[in-house]
């Protein structure tokens, strides 16, 4: 794919706090103690008013005090738990927000392209093995390549013409910009290579200036999560319900899943994720694979039970910033609108989208690579630049 150059000729190119839990905010109880009400004497000791006189006050007394309606009970319920629930969301703002490892500086990157309108997200999916354990990574058959690369790349916009998630093949052939090697300080110019090969490289800060070298897309908001955060938040919302057309099972992966509706644990969902063996159509085959899983998660993770329960959400919110990496101007807003963005792609409010392929087997000196097919790229980056409704790409 050639690059975006911009009119002037330039080139348009954790955090570890320790699991600390959530902070406990506890409300005291409402006291049952009430004021007498009008024209009645203060009880000298709680008593019994059940209108037979012989409570305190007699039986006028019983006749004049009257007891909570069920209607008020609710109420003075409903605001007592109000304010736990406020107090505790507070609490979980402020702990969360503390957590987040906001270790990627899109700031400093130069040689960026323009801002276009509406928002965009680059969501990566990484195979760190950080925070697991060499049993954890046996049981995973995630092996034991040490650093980060990348299992999935989507970019998320999000505008005035509604949401859509991209996903763009790690084996996509791309042009890498010059970048300088950050383990031994060696430069390198621009050449073509496999956009996987950009995040092992040059790590996150390469993987952002390859995608806007490549659409013309400025990249706002980075976030990445590793295998143990996969796992962890698939496994803290329950599961996830997914609807296999064909019996999935691949070696490298682990996958051994049968055909048929079923609910995958957080392990057998990253074995689901990454294979790609069993695609007839690979790389292209795995990211829509992805996209059904995320849309699934997010159906998952945002129904009342998982809201509602503590004992889901405390966990959920826990397990996806323990591996989460995010950009420095990203916040706890950010993050939500990033969670809703995929929620309603997923629900059908949004578009899910493959970039187009004009050839999904290239041969090159880096092995099989997948080619974009450029006229066609070039009008959905476009589009997604100026916030217009993507023209399909179907096929693609």
């Known amino acids: 794919?050639?690059?975006?150059?911009?009119?002037?000729?330039?080139?348009?190119t954790g955090q570890d706090l320790g699991r600390v839990p959530p902070p406990a905010f506890r409300v005291p109880p409402p006291s049952t103690r009430t004021a007498p009400l009008p024209g009645m004497p203060s009880p000298a000791a709680p008593?019994?008013?059940?209108?037979?006189?012989e409570g305190h006050?007699?039986?006028?007394?019983?006749r004049n005090r009257r007891r909570p309606t069920r209607r008020r009970r609710f109420l003075r319920t409903t605001a007592v738990l109000s304010s736990v629930l406020l107090l505790g969301g507070a609490?979980?703002?402020v702990?969360?927000?503390t957590r987040l490892n906001q270790e990627v500086d899109l700031g400093a990157l130069?040689?960026?392209?323009?801002?276009?309108?509406?928002?965009?997200?680059?969501?990566?999916?990484?195979?760190?093995?950080?925070?697991?354990?060499q049993r954890d990574r046996k049981q995973l058959n995630t092996g034991s390549a040490e650093g980060r690369r990348t299992d999935s790349v989507i970019l998320l916009h999000t505008g005035a013409n509604g949401t859509t998630m991209l996903s763009l093949p790690r084996d996509s052939w791309v042009t890498l910009p010059p970048y300088v090697d950050p383990d031994t300080g060696r430069s390198y110019r621009a050449a073509p290579n496999k956009l996987n090969a950009a995040f092992s490289l040059g790590g996150p800060d390469l993987l952002v200036r390859t995608v806007e070298r490549n659409t013309g897309v400025r990249v706002d908001h980075y976030a990445e999560i590793g295998f143990a955060g996969f796992v962890g938040v698939v496994d803290a919302v329950g599961g996830v319900d997914l609807c296999l057309d064909k019996a999935v099972r691949d070696e490298d992966s682990g996958a051994n899943l049968p055909a048929g509706c079923q609910t995958l644990d957080g392990a057998e969902a990253l074995a689901f994720v990454r294979q790609r063996k069993q695609e007839a159509e690979g790389d292209l085959g795995r990211t829509r694979n992805q996209q059904r899983f995320l849309a699934a998660l997010a159906r998952k993770a945002v129904t009342p039970q998982t809201l509602a329960d503590p004992s889901k959400s405390f966990p959920t919110l826990r397990a996806g910033l323990d591996t989460l990496i995010v950009d420095e101007g990203t916040e706890l807003p950010d993050l939500m609108s990033l969670f809703e963005a995929l929620r309603k792609a997923a629900s059908g409010g949004g578009r899910q989208l493959n970039v187009p392929v004009a050839d999904p087997n290239l041969r090159t000196s880096k092995g099989s690579a997948v080619k974009w097919d450029d006229?066609?790229?070039?009008?959905?980056?476009?589009?997604?630049?100026?916030?217009?409704?993507?023209?399909?790409?179907?096929?693609?």
Do not use: H, I, K, Q
């Open 110 to 133: 130069g040689g960026r392209v323009p801002s276009g309108e509406g928002t965009n997200y680059l969501v990566v999916g990484s195979d760190s093995r950080e925070g697991l354990s």
């Open 95 to 97: 702990w969360a927000d």
């Open 57 to 62: 006050g007699g039986r006028g007394g019983s």
């Open 1 to 12: 794919m050639s690059d975006w150059t911009d009119p002037a000729g330039g080139d348009r």
């Open 91 to 93: 609490g979980t703002y």
């Open 47 to 53: 008593g019994r008013y059940d209108g037979s006189g």
């Open 375 to 396: 006229r066609r790229a070039r009008a959905l980056f476009t589009a997604l630049r100026e916030d217009r409704t993507p023209p399909s790409t179907r096929g693609g």
